[in-house]
């Protein structure tokens, strides 16, 4: 069964500083690796997908990387801003036998920018 | 021009009733899935649906029944409530079809059960 862990639980960090957030998944056979915004009473926001065949995807000033044999991801912050601050979560998609495909999330990080 | 809609946001009940929550998406995925987030804010997938057929159904009680009229909606309606069901719950689609095709979310109906 695929386990997601991410480190640290929460993080305060003073605007302006880049940040690493860290994601740990047991079960290396997987499709694809997500990660995810969530604020405060909204939905969830991808922000960056990862297929298993690929290092890395970069977005403007994120940037995540997969070691698919390690089961490790993170996700780069550069130059933070205040309005980065909300939870991040990491979750990957399974190889499984029947069609559907399902992820499994990790904890989530909680980050908060101060300015 | 919500992708992914879910109603209502916010749901207060008492233990036992029975009660619905809805979502629609316009994108036009082929597969829609319901989420629960518990306290601790984990997200554990519930059920998915493709092309209106039911193809993952995670150990969720049988007072949980989605239906999906179409492949543009997913409603789930929980039967006998419990406290144990408060959560935040989230409506999410996807193109199946379409490998790595990323999941859309709507804002989560936050069902409390007193």
Known sequence: ?115 | DTAVSQTPKYLVTQMGNDKSIKCEQNLGHDTMYWYKQDSKKFLKIMFSYNNKELIINETVPNRFSPKSPDKAHLNLHINSLELGDSAVYFCASSQLQTPNSPLHFGNGTRLTVT
């Open chain 1, 1 to 115: 069964k695929q386990e997601v862990t991410q480190i640290p639980a929460a993080l305060s960090v003073p605007e302006g500083e880049n940040l690493v957030l860290n994601c740990s998944f047991t079960d290396s056979a997987i499709y694809n690796l997500q990660w995810f915004r969530q604020d405060p009473g909204k939905g969830l926001t991808s922000l960056l997908l990862i297929q298993s065949s690929q290092r890395e995807q970069t977005s403007g000033r994120l940037n995540a990387s997969l070691d698919k044999s390690s089961g490790r991801s993170t996700l780069y912050i550069a130059a933070s801003q205040p309005g980065d601050s909300a939870t991040y979560l990491c979750a990957v998609e399974g190889v499984w036998d029947n069609a559907g495909n399902m992820l499994t999330f990790g904890g989530g990080t909680r980050l908060m920018v101060k300015p």
